[in-house]
């Protein structure tokens, strides 16, 4: 089982429709990213939390709204978005500043189709 | 910048055979990290090994191995008696040593098939 743990794991909405995508890990990371990713390509990064501040946005639509509320979990809410915002989207947890060896840990995703 | 190729869209093996996965890439830092990563149909990306540009020894975790040459910047993935569950996408990626930028550089990745 994934430490990290992205909630729900399909979600299928409307183009007007208000939805969020929850995230969350215990343990003790304190950078929390959210990335899109595309069917056989590779995971692009959306936004980057550290300390539960926002330190990179990857100029990414306004409809798209993250929010870290403490240091374990990570939302990212979703407003009127469009058929091309229709992919997986993954959250992923880190030591920060991470050392060298220490990778990203990264949840099963939440794949969102929009109608 | 930094830069991660991959340059096999696709790759077939029989099962129990070894199978190489092809990493180079490109960057101006004097020290870094490679990672590689599995993603299997489920979504979840696993992360497998890692190979930092210091090491004098090439990584090794279980049934995967890093063939890394510095020399050439590449750092190619080897998983040795291949089984079903291995078929996944295979993604290389890259990030500077600490003090710099760490966010990391992910490559196209690799669709891998175990064939029984």
């Known amino acids: 089982d994934t430490e990290v743990t992205q909630t729900p794991k399909h979600l299928v909405m409307g183009m007007t429709n208000k939805k969020s995508l929850k995230c969350e890990q215990h343990?003790?990371?304190?950078?929390m990213y959210w990335y899109k990713q595309k069917a056989k390509k590779p995971p692009e990064l959306m936004f980057v939390?550290?300390?539960?501040?926002?330190?990179i946005n990857e100029s990414v639509p306004s409809r798209f709204s993250p929010e870290c509320p403490n240091s374990s979990l990570l939302n990212l809410h979703l407003h009127a978005l469009q058929p091309e915002d229709s992919a997986l989207y993954l959250c992923?947890?880190?030591?920060?500043?991470?050392?060298?060896?220490?990778?990203?840990?990264f949840g099963d995703g939440t794949r969102l189709s929009i109608l | 910048a930094q830069k991660i190729t991959q340059t096999q869209p696709g790759m077939f093996v029989q099962e129990k055979e070894a199978v190489t996965l092809d990493c180079t890439y490109d960057?101006?830092?004097?020290?870094?990290?490679l990672f590689w990563y599995k993603q299997p149909s489920s979504g979840e990306m696993i992360f497998l090994i890692y190979?930092?540009?210091?090491?004098?020894q090439n990584a090794t975790e279980g049934r995967y191995s890093l063939n890394f040459q510095k020399a050439r910047k590449s750092a190619n993935l080897v998983i040795s008696a291949s089984q079903l569950g291995d078929s996944a996408m295979y993604f290389c990626?890259?990030?500077?040593?600490?003090?710099?930028?760490?966010?990391?550089?992910f490559g196209r990745g690799t669709s891998l098939i175990v064939h029984p």
């Open positions: 990626a890259m990030r500077p040593a600490s003090g710099g930028s760490y966010i990391p550089t």
């Open positions: 960057t101006s830092d004097p020290s870094y990290g």
């Open positions: 939390y550290s300390y539960e501040k926002l330190s």
């Open positions: 190979q930092g540009s210091y090491d004098q």
């Open positions: 992923a947890s880190g030591i920060f500043p991470p050392g060298d060896n220490q990778p990203q840990h």
């Open positions: 343990m003790g990371h304190r950078a």
